[in-house]
């Protein structure tokens, strides 16, 4: 199964694509890695967005999709920007969406945190990578 992990943060989304299982997996695809869309977006920038995101999916045969769960209130609640971008990932996303609590994510790093040989070393990247970790079987 390849799983495309998600991390979105203001008008970005980072991408990190999984194949196997939480035991023995590896990246895919490992070049590309980001989606953006403009603070203002038009039609054109969503559809532009739209059909890059689909033609990664497509090449990559992405079976599953999991993105971070945005925090609704309080302080590092989501803004507009990653409002934007999971609704149109929502909207045409031609793979399965989950979304995932960072503290589940936290969890899973105190358990198995040994397994994730293949963690990216930036930040967002590496937040994407968690996602992406948490879709494996």
């Given at each position: 199964?390849?799983?495309?992990?998600?991390?979105?943060?203001?008008?970005?989304?980072?991408?990190?694509?999984?194949?196997?299982?939480?035991?023995?997996?590896?990246?895919?695809?490992?070049?590309?890695?980001?989606?953006?869309?403009?603070?203002?977006?038009?039609?054109?920038?969503?559809?532009?967005?739209?059909?890059?995101?689909?033609?990664?999916?497509?090449?990559?045969?992405?079976?599953?999709?999991?993105?971070?769960?945005?925090?609704?209130?309080?302080?590092g609640a989501g803004g507009a920007g990653t409002f934007l971008i999971e609704g149109v990932l929502l909207a045409i996303?031609?793979?399965?969406?989950?979304?995932?609590?960072?503290?589940?994510?936290?969890?899973?790093?105190?358990?198995?945190?040994?397994?994730?040989?293949?963690?990216?070393?930036?930040?967002?990247?590496?937040?994407?990578?968690?996602?992406?970790?948490?879709?494996?079987?």
């Amino acid at each position: 199964m390849v799983i495309s992990g998600i991390f979105l943060k203001a008008n970005v989304a980072r991408l990190v694509t999984l194949t196997g299982s939480k035991d023995s997996h590896s990246l895919v695809a490992p070049r590309f890695n980001k989606l953006a869309l403009p603070k203002n977006p038009s039609q054109d920038d969503i559809e532009v967005f739209s059909q890059a995101f689909k033609a990664y999916c497509a090449d990559n045969s992405v079976d599953k999709v999991v993105i971070n769960r945005r925090a609704t209130s309080g302080q590092g609640a989501g803004g507009a920007g990653t409002f934007l971008i999971e609704g149109v990932l929502l909207a045409i996303s031609p793979a399965a969406i989950e979304f995932i609590h960072p503290a589940t994510v936290r969890a899973t790093d105190k358990r198995e945190g040994d397994k994730k040989t293949e963690k990216p070393g930036t930040v967002d990247l590496g937040k994407a990578y968690d996602f992406g970790y948490q879709g494996l079987s």
